[in-house]
Structures are given as structure tokens and as C-alpha cells.
């Protein structure tokens, strides 16, 4: 069944246009919403001149239209005793083929246009997991840098006192992202169970002991690169040998390296938001251990890798710099896994002039719309955040299957189903690029194939 405006109601001119002068009027100053939205509209124009129906029922009018926004105060006391306010927020974008599915993410720099690029994002990556989830993402401005465990404690249950209401393992299931690691979950879900007096899954990225999954840290890092080796098969290629640059030094990037290496490439770089680290001896399994101890537990800076290997150069943040060093490093692969516009067009353009063959996006559109052209005319092997990084809400998906039948599946059985996720999801986006007459290019492919699950389910749900 099908949803259409009144036969009457003709929609003069370019509808792409049209929803997207709207979405820049509606909501304006949110210039990375503005960004996702335009990125998948490219790729629509080739479904929408196939598939009129989606047009006639506004479908795009709809789908970048949050269900539900959900802004909140988030009142706490520091270590001193004084008063501290932060901004919460859960964007409730779109529940056509499941419950809202997407991670909160706790850094200073998060706001609503932020928190609804990802959030819009995630439906389209959600779908493409074959997973039944709908998109959603949240978060706070809180800066966990910095603070003792007991202000992120009080400042986790504070966020939670307010957000139990609005979410359910029926309705909305948040995990973990930028600032969100094991330790936050755990205080969100302490509170939660405290609040509800229930013990339910209701958040993913849970620790082992109470309805976590195995591989659910390693997922988004893991499934990368599975998705990386899908993308060079296709040229008879491997990552055995290569060189490759990580950014960032969290839980995408730390996995990331630690799947490279099974595989036999040699990660190079990694870094964090004062700078750049790059080992031209390579990040092996020891010098990956001191990262993640230094990071997770010790919670410092990545200069001090420098210190503990001398072979190391540690290269300073120049916010004066219109480039990244990181992305003027000669390699085979690059694998941007720290945060969005991290490539801009000049870090493509050196990337390209230094002969990179394959992007995999471990961050969430890491690169400008600017740099993913560039990739494409360039011919680069080029995988897009949400077809890439999904193996992390995939592997969400599976705690969640694993937490409604009570059981845990061995880690083999998770690895091997976020393998075969992975390997679909490439085989969707891959075929679904050819389908549509663009071959390799899986931008297209993720966004089409991400985006016909949803819009034919809301379809079949009507006009809500
Ligand atoms: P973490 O908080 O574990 O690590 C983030 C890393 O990126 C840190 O090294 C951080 O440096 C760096 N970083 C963050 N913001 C900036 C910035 N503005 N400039 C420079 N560096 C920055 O987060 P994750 O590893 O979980 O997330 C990394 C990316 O992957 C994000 O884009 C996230 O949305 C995406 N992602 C994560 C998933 C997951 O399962 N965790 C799933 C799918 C995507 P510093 O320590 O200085 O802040």
C-alpha cells in the first residue's frame, strides 16, 4: 500500500532541491546535518528517477525529519562541590524497520546540528546491517577529559535520571560513541536499573558480566577492515604487506590497528586531538598494548608514545594549517577513525598524489564532500562510514539479540557473524552501485541500499 499526496498536488520543479532549500531554512547553523543530508540526496536522484511513488508520498520531506527531538538540562556537582550545567540530548530520527538504534556521544563540541547528522546518518546504517534497527543518536557537551571518575559518575547518573524516560529495549537503545566508552555505560546503566528496577538491555557496549556481548569493543575497528579486504578482493588484493595511517587512538582506532595486524598490514600512524603520531617501524602488538593502557586507564595524551619510542616523531595539532600531516604521510590505505571532516580536500588531494588506493571511513563522515569527490573522480578504493563502520551497531544488534534470548554466544560465533555482516553489507553496496549505473562507487551503493529498506518500510506504515 502506498501513501501519495492528493493526485491533484503536483510537485513543480527539483524535489531534491526543493527538501533541500527546506532542510537549510529549517534548520539553520547545523552545517553537518546540512552535509549528511546533501551527501545521500546525490546518490537519491538515481532512485528517485526510477521509483516516482517516493516522491508522490514525500518521502525525503519525511525522512529528514527527526521523530522526536529530546533536549534536556543536566545539572551535577563537580569534585569541589560547585554547580555544573550541561546540555543532554537524543535525537529520535526514524523507527520504520526497528527501535532507535545509535550511540551518545559526550564531547565538548556536541550540539543538536551535530547529534542530527549522525542520527540521520545511523537510520541509513542501521538499515544496511540487515539488522531490524531504526536510527538514533545523543549525547551531551559534557568533556569527560579531565574529570575523576566520580564526576563522570554523577554527571552519568544525572544524564540518566532524565533519559530513562524516553528510552526502553523496545524503544530506544543507546551505546556507546566519541566520550562513551565502558566506564560511562556503566554508570548509565547502574542508574537506569536503579530508576526502572529493571534489568534490561537497554543499552549496548554493556561490560561482560551483565549482558555485554564479546567483540562488541572490537566491532567498528574489526568490521572496518573486513570491510577494507572486502573492498580490495574486488581487485584481486589484500591487506597483507600494506601500509596504512589510523587516525584517532579510541576504541575504532585501537581495534582497527589490532585487526590490521592479524591480517599482516602495518599501521603507521596513529592520533588524538593535540596531534599526530607517526612510527615508520610500524605499531606492533606491544606498542598497540601501551596505547590502549595509556588511553583507557591511564587516560593521557598520544605524545607520550613518542617518549616510550624513540624512533617515533610526535607531530603537534596546527589549527593554522589547512591540512592534516597525518593525511601527507605516504601509504597504501587510510583508515580515518577520530572524528567528522577530519579529511578535508587538500588531505585528499595529498593522499591522492601519494598514491593511497583505499579509504575505509572507521569515523563518522570523516571525510568533507569536497575529499569524497575527489576520492571517486580519483578512483580510489573508497568505503563510506556507514557501510564501513557499521560493524559496530551491527555487533550492538547482536547483544541485543543475545540479551532478549539470555544467552551469550561465544566469541567466535559474534566474530563470525559480524564477519559475514560485513561481507553482505560490502556484497549490498557493491551490487546495489552497479544496479543503479554507477560501478565502485558505494557511496552510492550504501546510500541506496541503505535508504529503499526504510523509505519501502514507511510505505507500508502510512502516513506517520
Ligand atoms: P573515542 O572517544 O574512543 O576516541 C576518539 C578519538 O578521536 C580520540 O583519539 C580523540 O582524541 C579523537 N578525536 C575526537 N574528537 C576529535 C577532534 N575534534 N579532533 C581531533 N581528534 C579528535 O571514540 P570512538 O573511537 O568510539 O569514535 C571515533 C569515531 O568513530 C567517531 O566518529 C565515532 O562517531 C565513530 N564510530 C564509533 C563507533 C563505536 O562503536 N565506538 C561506531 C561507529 C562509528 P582525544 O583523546 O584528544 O579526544
Not at 345 to 372: Q, Y
Request: hydrophobic share 40%; glycine share 10%.
Amino acid at each position: 500500500m502506498t501513501v501519495a499526496t492528493h493526485p491533484g498536488t503536483k510537485i513543480h520543479g527539483d524535489y531534491i532541491e526543493q527538501v533541500m532549500i527546506s532542510v537549510k531554512a529549517k534548520n539553520p547553523a547545523e552545517p553537518e546535518f546540512h552535509q549528511a543530508v546533501q551527501e545521500v540526496f546525490d546518490s537519491l536522484r538515481l532512485v528517485l528517477a526510477k521509483h516516482p511513488e517516493y516522491q508522490s508520498a514525500r518521502l525525503l520531506d519525511r525522512i529528514v525529519e527527526p521523530e522526536r527531538v529530546i533536549m534536556f538540562r543536566v545539572p551535577w556537582f563537580d569534585d569541589r562541590g560547585d554547580i555544573q550545567v550541561n546540555r543532554g540530548f537524543r535525537i529520535e530520527m526514524n523507527s520504520a524497520i526497528g527501535p532507535y538504534k545509535g550511540g551518545l556521544r559526550f564531547h565538548p563540541s556536541v550540539n543538536l546540528g551535530i547529534l542530527k547528522f549522525l542520527a540521520f546518518e545511523q537510520v541509513f546504517k542501521n538499515s544496511l546491517t540487515t539488522l531490524p534497527m531504526g536510527g538514533g543518536k545523543g549525547g551531551s557537551d559534557f568533556d569527560p577529559k579531565g574529570k575523576s571518575d566520580n564526576e563522570v559518575m554523577r554527571f552519568c547518573q544525572s544524564f540518566m535520571t532524565e533519559l530513562q524516560r524516553h528510552i526502553g529495549p523496545d524503544t530506544d537503545v543507546p551505546a556507546g560513541d566519541i566520550g562513551v566508552g565502558g566506564r560511562e555505560i556503566g554508570f548509565l546503566f547502574g542508574q537506569y536499573k536503579r530508576l526502572r528496577n529493571e534489568f534490561t538491555g537497554v543499552l549496548t557496549g554493556k561490560g561482560l558480566n551483565w549482558g555485554g556481548s564479546l567483540i562488541r569493543p572490537e566491532a567498528t575497528g574489526y568490521g572496518c577492515v573486513y570491510f577494507a579486504s572486502e573492498m580490495l578482493k574486488t581487485k584481486k588484493d589484500s591487506l597483507e604487506g600494506k601500509l596504512c595511517l589510523v587516525s584517532g587512538s579510541g576504541n575504532v582506532s585501537q581495534y582497527t590497528i589490532e585487526k590490521l595486524l592479524d591480517l599482516g598490514a602495518k599501521p603507521v600512524t596513529v592520533s588524538d586531538s593535540n596531534g599526530v603520531i607517526y612510527d615508520p617501524d610500524g605499531i606492533n602488538r606491544e606498542k598497540l598494548a601501551f596505547i590502549i593502557e595509556l588511553k583507557n586507564v591511564k587516560r593521557g595524551r598520544i605524545r607520550d608514545y613518542a617518549d616510550q619510542y624513540k624512533k617515533a616523531i610526535f607531530m603537534p595539532t596546527d589549527i593554522k594549517l589547512e591540512h592534516n600531516p597525518i593525511w601527507n604521510i605516504k601509504a597504501d590505505c587510510a583508515f580515518p577513525s577520530a572524528t567528522q571532516n577530519e579529511i578535508t580536500a587538500k588531505d585528499a588531494a595529498n593522499l591522492i598524489k601519494n598514491g593511497i588506493k583505499l579509504v575505509a571511513e572507521g569515523a563518522n563522515m570523516p571525510s568533507t564532500l569536497e575529499a569524497t569527490k575527489l576520492f571517486l573522480d580519483a578512483k580510489v578504493l573508497y568505503g563510506p562510514a556507514k557501510a564501513a563502520n557499521a560493524g559496530g551497531v551491527a555487533t550492538s544488534g547482536l547483544e541485543m539479540s543475545q540479551n532478549s534470548q539470555r544467552l551469550s554466544w561465544t566469541r567466535e560465533e559474534v566474530d563470525d557473524r559480524l564477519h559475514k555482516i560485513m561481507i553482505a553489507i560490502h556484497r549490498n553496496c557493491f551490487e546495489t552501485a552497479e544496479k543503479y549505473g554507477t560501478p565502485g562507487n558505494l557511496v552510492n551503493g550504501a546510500n541506496i541500499g541503505g535508504f529503499l529498506k526504510v523509505a519501502n518500510a514507511m510505505l507500508d506504515q502510512g502516513l506517520v
